[in-house]
């Protein structure tokens, strides 16, 4: 029997291309890298009196993730990622809402309703539909942290009509 040419050019049958987003995130790594750097370099210039200070831990993150876009570059390059999973859209975004709700929520409800309605959003993005739950229960834990952390810990946390109920 004879072969039947492929209509698909040449055959890359165990060798992969390489990842296009890997080739974009290691580019952005070593920015975010030397930007640490950098920023990092202007807290050495303030104390001059140890070799070993504030701008030390951050020099050591900065040469990881300048490390990291080497490597990620390099695996980029050879196409040893794995495959990723199809994303799916509609968890990010209600994770994305969430978010947004809390922070434009915190000063006019406070901590806990807006920290709860980041609860309730986030529990739906991951599948847990029923809001009618999910916001009291994250708004009685957001009360809890409220507690521990504004009155216990004496931290400044926004207050709301709930907080001011209480306290």
């Known amino acids: 029997m004879s072969e039947v040419p492929s209509t698909h050019g040449p055959s890359t049958h165990g060798k992969r291309r390489p990842d296009r987003a890997a080739l974009v995130i290691a580019p952005v790594l070593f920015v975010i ?45 050879r196409g040893d990622f794995p495959e990723r999973e199809p994303i799916e859209v509609q968890p990010v ?11 434009l929520l915190l000063k006019t409800a406070g901590f806990s309703i807006a920290t709860g309605v980041l609860f309730a959003l986030t529990a739906f993005g991951f599948g847990r539909r029923k809001l009618w739950i999910s916001l009291p229960i994250g708004i009685a834990f957001s009360f809890v942290v409220y507690i521990i952390f504004g009155r216990f810990l004496q931290l400044s946390l926004p207050a709301g009509p709930l907080e001011h109920l209480f306290f």
């Open 33 to 77: 890298a030397a930007v640490i750097w950098w920023d990092a370099g202007r807290l050495a210039e303030m104390t001059n009196y140890s070799r070993i200070g504030p701008a030390t831990v951050p020099h050591v993150v900065a040469i990881g993730l300048a490390l990291l876009a080497v490597w990620t570059g390099f695996e980029a390059w």
């Open 93 to 103: 975004v209600m994770i994305v809402a969430g978010l947004a709700g809390q922070m």
